[in-house]
């Protein structure tokens, strides 16, 4: 299963924003650009819900008896 952005944020967050070595040199997106990329996946998450999240009822008054 894989993991979930928010952990993978927070582990790149902590972790060097460039890392070099005898194979090679790896760099990771900025962090501003990993928030915009979960923000825009959960809104993308919110549009798929059902519903408008607005309750239609009908109100009727009581009247006297």
Known sequence: MP????D????NAEGPKKASGDAGSVEQHDLT??????????SKGAVK?????IKVTRAIPHGTV
């Open 3 to 6: 993991e979930p952005l928010d």
């Open 33 to 42: 650009d990993q928030i915009e990329a979960d923000r825009y996946l959960n």
């Open 49 to 53: 819900k059902k519903g408008l999240g």
């Open 8 to 11: 993978k944020i927070r582990q």
